[in-house]
């Protein structure tokens, strides 16, 4: 069961703005919980101070998985379970099995990057989602600030830190 938040959201019009009011606000010792906005901004991820991601380390890992499965597979298919001499070639005749290993590699790789995503974004079908503010899929820019992680900084403070920094409206919201 998910707590009762409260979150000061500053509207941006522009992404320029926005990426300056990141800085801003991030250098005033305000901890943003997220940045939504219509369309990709380059470098507001640099901005926000995210890491790098993941996701590629979980892409070679499930890739490998594929590659192993597949040689193991077909491995054991074609030397013990049931073995057949085509052409006089050997039982297990490495150099045919790269196609199999290939897209079972790209296979796994992709199921496994897809649930490691939907496991780390927190994406389950029944979860419903929490908007913050609709005009952000249409054109404007809205930085959302929790008040839980910002107990140092009273909500008047975060207000006007917003409005410096360039916000056209700051709003409250609340979710239950």
């Known amino acids: 069961m998910e707590r009762d938040t409260h979150f000061i959201l500053g509207v941006y019009v522009d992404e320029n ?14 901890k ?14 640099h901005a926000l101070g995210y ?3 993941k996701l590629p380390i979980a892409a070679f890992l499930f890739g490998m998985l594929g590659t192993s499965l597949a040689l193991t597979m077909q491995f054991y298919m074609m030397k013990f379970d049931w073995p057949m001499i085509i052409g006089g070639k050997n039982y297990a005749a490495f150099p045919d ?9 790209v296979l796994l790789a992709a199921f496994g990057m897809v649930g490691v995503f939907l496991i ?32 140092s900084l009273k909500e008047d ?11 056209t409206e700051v709003n409250r919201k609340s979710f239950e």
């Open 17 to 30: 703005v926005l990426l300056h009011a990141v800085e801003k606000v991030r250098g005033s010792g305000v």
């Open 32 to 45: 943003i919980h997220e940045v939504y906005s219509p369309y990709p901004v380059h470098g507001l991820e």
């Open 51 to 53: 890491k790098r991601s």
């Open 97 to 105: 099995f790269v196609p199999v290993s290939f897209e079972m590699t």
């Open 120 to 151: 780390t974004s927190n994406l389950k079908p029944w979860a419903q989602p929490r908007i913050f503010d609709v005009r952000s899929t249409d054109d404007k820019h809205i930085m959302a600030i929790d008040l839980a992680n910002n107990t």
């Open 157 to 167: 403070k975060i207000k006007s830190i917003l409005t410096s920094s360039g916000a």
